[in-house]
């Protein structure tokens, strides 16, 4: 296993820019996610890193070794493809085996570990029969199985549970997650839901557009986001904006958005002029105390919670409140937000102001 | 009126359909049951009018066929040993004896090595060709492929002459390895086309798959890209062989001898003597539509496996 450093990684394909000189590093044994809408330059990270492309510019550390401009043959890495690429015309043990067969391995040996990955992976009833009669999760797993033999320096999986329904999704990420977690492999692992990032990562970097907007832990991203693409993107609702003209100085604690005050934490820098204060559904609660008013434009059941929409003369804030609480929609309210947990953004440029709250988190690529 | 499914054709649209495909089948099949069961007839029945349709099946066809022939005189004839062989004695029936054999088991045979030689060398460059063209950065991609198409678009004829020359010139006229080369120049466009459409359709995950695994792009081509390209493979090389197999004008102005085909022959055989012997190019017709059947019957399985087989969902 290897901790995997990529620095200033680019990628042109003619005149289009798919990666901008991304940097980051993925610690040995880390399951790490790329997460980013589709486009995002996040797939093509992961095939340079895979030797299936070849970077513009830039570095990729494998274990220590650069492996930027070398054969994918030659990385030692194994990877999972959306659509499982399993050999079509193999069954599931020659499939299994490949990898091994390649290497010239002696046949007591690859049988050897192709029973272990078997036996991991529970697939013994399988093993004789071709791949193309198979059910999405055991595709799946045949395709992780021919990962794990090689016992490889690294796994890159894009999008692996992409092609399997919701109910099986979830079931299969536990699944994997489990895997990684017993064998200890270093994994990265490209998605475009960020619900699956959250759920199964160590460790998330959040792209756009070819750039890194955030690189951190699934929760410093949530609470913390490093640019209001990254509030859009992650959390379901996403982070409400408040967008106002305003100023808060080096030190400053409030911020005035009409008429009234809100306290927010401490900032380390001044700014002024167009503002985003940006905070989560569940740190906002209805007061009718509250000097920031609004009005019910509606409400959406959940279950427990129930998500209450409610405009504003700066935008449009979402509440999560328990779904006890009996809301009437065209209702005027007052809004109060949780101190401790907003985020305030430099409206033009979409990046985060660094507060006493959020300056220990912000890792941009 | 009774509920159907929307998309299962009903009983009445499937017995229309069944008529209709017997039908033209039957059409289809008519000329070439006349050709072989006039292969079986003796001379006098294959040019009886009302057509015989009940015959007793003879093989004198293909004995004239494979054999030259000389009528003795009578007494000469008479002096001779009985026939011990059943060629022998067909012709010894007619009053003829044998004396050697006829040239189209050579021809046949140029046939067959020209024709499955230029399909081998067609399949095998244009498989090459169309999976560059389909995975890889060439420059001009478009323009190379309408390029290598409109080398079809001439006529045969039209470029005959100047590639009569040319072979003149390279020694290359009425030689195997001249009318091979020249069917795979021909051939090879169509199977460049028709292979990139089938190589296109082949996920690329299978060969990087294969990369990652410890492959080289060739290994990865060969082991992963070609079996599932089987199917495509099969339908261009029953193309490829049916063009070749069957081609008449090259032949004819190419060849004469040595690498002449079965196509130009088999018309000498009509004006061979007085007569035209009718179950002898019967026969000669019955036995050069076998290999092209065989063939494709052979690879018929190939033919019908889907190319989706795989383990990748669409």
Redesign the interface.
């Known amino acids: 296993m290897a901790q995997i450093r990529v620095e200033n990684l680019r990628k042109d394909f003619g005149a289009f820019n798919a990666v901008k000189s991304s940097s980051f590093t993925v610690e040995d044994g880390e399951f790490f996610m790329l997460l980013g809408p589709s486009g995002c330059g996040k797939t093509t990270t992961l095939r340079m890193m ?3 492309e070849l970077p513009t510019s830039g570095e990729i550390y494998i274990g220590g070794e650069e492996v930027g401009m070398k ?3 030659e990385r030692d ?3 999972v ?1 959306q ?7 193999m069954n599931v043990r020659k499939n299994i085996s ?2 091994l067969v ?2 010239g391995i002696a046949r007591s040996e690859v049988d050897r570990r192709v029973a272990e990955v078997v036996r991991i992976l529970q697939i013994e009833s399988i093993l004789d029969k071709p ?2 009669g ?1 059910s ?1 999760g055991d ?1 799946q797993r045949v395709a992780l199985g ?1 990962a794990i033999v ?1 016992q490889p320096k690294a796994f890159f999986m894009d999008e692996p549970l992409g ?1 399997l329904d919701a109910e099986f999704r979830e079931h299969m990420a536990e699944e994997l997650r489990a895997l990684h977690d017993r064998m200890g492999a270093t994994t990265v692992y490209v998605t475009h839901d960020q619900l699956e990032a959250m759920q199964m990562g160590d460790k998330i970097v959040v792209m756009n557009h070819g750039v890194i907007e955030q690189f951190g832990k699934p929760q410093q991203i949530y609470d913390w986001p490093a640019t209001k693409f990254v509030a859009k993107f992650i959390g379901s609702p996403p982070m409400s904006f408040l967008e106002f003209e305003g100023a808060i100085d080096d030190g400053g604690n409030a911020v005035t958005i009409g008429v009234s005050r809100i306290e927010v934490p401490k900032s380390r820098e001044g700014r002024k002029g167009a503002l985003t204060l940006g905070v989560r559904p569940e740190h906002v609660h209805l007061s009718d105390e509250a000097g920031l008013r609004g009005r019910v434009a509606a409400v959406e059941y959940l279950g427990t919670t129930q998500i209450v929409t409610i405009e504003t003369a700066h935008g449009e804030i979402k509440a999560r409140t328990a779904s006890s609480d009996a809301i009437r929609t065209d209702v005027p309210v007052g809004l109060e937000f949780d101190r401790r947990s907003l985020t305030l953004f430099d409206a033009n440029s979409g990046i985060a102001l660094v507060s006493e709250a959020n300056e220990g988190v912000l890792t941009r690529g | 009126m009774s509920a159907h499914s929307v998309t299962e054709p009903s009983p009445a649209s499937k017995w229309i359909a069944g008529i209709l495909v017997g039908l033209y089948a039957v059409i289809t099949l008519i000329p070439l049951i006349w050709i072989i069961s006039t292969s079986f007839k003796s001379g006098p029945d294959s040019i009886s009018y009302p057509p015989k349709v009940v015959f007793e099946p003879t093989l004198e066809g293909y004995v004239n066929l494979f054999t030259t022939q000389s009528r003795p005189s009578a007494e000469d004839l008479a002096k001779l040993p009985a026939p011990t062989t059943w060629y022998d004695k067909i012709t010894r029936e007619r009053g003829m004896i044998i004396s050697g054999p006829s040239r189209f088991g050579q021809r046949f045979l140029n046939s067959v090595i020209i024709g499955f030689g230029s399909t081998f060398l067609s399949i095998f460059l244009g498989t090459l060709a169309a999976f560059a063209f389909s995975r890889f950065k060439v420059p001009l991609k478009d323009d190379l492929l309408f390029f290598i198409l409109s080398t079809r678009m001439m006529p045969p004829i039209a470029v005959a002459i100047p590639i009569y020359l040319m072979f003149r010139q390279l020694g290359l006229s009425d030689t195997h390895l001249g009318m091979i080369l020249l069917y795979t120049a021909v051939n090879l466009s169509l199977s460049v086309w028709l292979l990139k459409g089938f190589i296109d359709e082949i ?1 690329r ?2 060969e ?9 792009r060739f ?1 990865a081509f060969y082991k ?1 890209v070609l ?2 390209a089987a199917t495509g493979i099969a339908s261009t090389a029953i193309f490829c062989l049916i063009f070749a197999w069957n081609e008449y004008a090259f032949a004819v102005l190419l060849t004469s001898g040595n690498a002449q085909t079965a196509p130009p022959f088999i018309p000498t055989i009509l004006s061979v003597g007085g007569g035209i012997d009718w179950p002898a190019v019967a026969a000669a017709a019955t036995l050069f539509l076998l290999p092209v059947i065989i063939f494709t019957v052979l690879l018929r399985k190939h033919l019908l496996r889907g190319i989706t ?6």
């Open positions: 895979a030797g299936l054969r994918a043959s890495i194994a990877f493809f659509m499982f690429a399993l050999y079509p015309h490949y990898p390649s290497q791949v193309g198979l999405g595709r021919r090689r092609a | 996920p995950e299978y990087e798959a294969a990369l990652i695994d410890g492959y080289t290994q992963v079996p599932q087989f795989g383990a990748v969902r669409k």
